[in-house]
């Protein structure tokens, strides 16, 4: 018993540190596979945190992608001001293009908010059933731990925690707007 509870506090710290620096929503709320193969039973509840992993891959490119479209959008932004700065004809002409561009641009931004405002209300539906999870993991813990089922108790309550930190995770994330906030 005491090499599982070694074992599980070092996956727990593992898993812990590796938050202290996340370069990307989909790090930050992945699940290693060596801790979904060991520690869940369930199919239901593993695919539960694979769809929470693939939901923030799909918002880290969201995210990537309205980054390089605002940084087009700034660049022709700046170059409409120097053409009315400059006032040379024959570089007035070019004003009407890049409105039609900052139009485009304009509208693949609206788009990708829709898109992110959708991914973040898929992913607190998640969270939302990865905590009753998370709560049920842990009443069972309570029931085996009075049945003197420890280890198992020990392994629904490693669980629960890792699941309850998870939720945690998305709120911030989906709240706060940022990975930078957590911790």
Not at 24 to 47: C, G, M, Q, Y
Not at 124 to 145: C, D, G, T
């Amino acid at each position: 018993m005491q090499a599982l509870n070694l074992q599980q506090t070092q996956l727990k710290c593992e898993w812990e540190i590796q938050d202290a620096h996340f370069s990307s929503i989909t790090e930050a709320l992945s699940v290693p596979v060596h801790i979904l193969i060991s520690w869940f039973r369930n199919p239901r509840e593993v695919d539960l945190v694979i769809d929470i992993r693939n939901s923030a891959t799909v918002f880290d490119a969201i995210l990537e992608n309205y980054e390089m479209v605002s940084i087009r959008a700034q660049a022709l932004q700046e170059s409409w001001n120097n053409l009315w700065i400059s006032q040379e004809p024959f570089l007035v002409s070019a004003i009407p293009l890049i409105g039609e561009n900052m139009s485009g641009i304009n509208r693949v931004r609206a788009y990708l908010l829709k898109k992110m405002d959708a991914t973040v209300e898929h992913l607190q539906v998640l969270a939302k059933s990865l905590l009753q999870y998370a709560e049920i993991n842990s009443s069972i813990a309570e029931e085996l731990r009075m049945e003197d089922i420890h280890q198992l108790a020990t392994d629904k309550l490693f669980l629960a925690e890792l699941e309850q930190e998870l939720v945690s995770r998305i709120n911030i994330i989906c709240t706060k707007g940022s990975i930078h906030k957590l911790r």
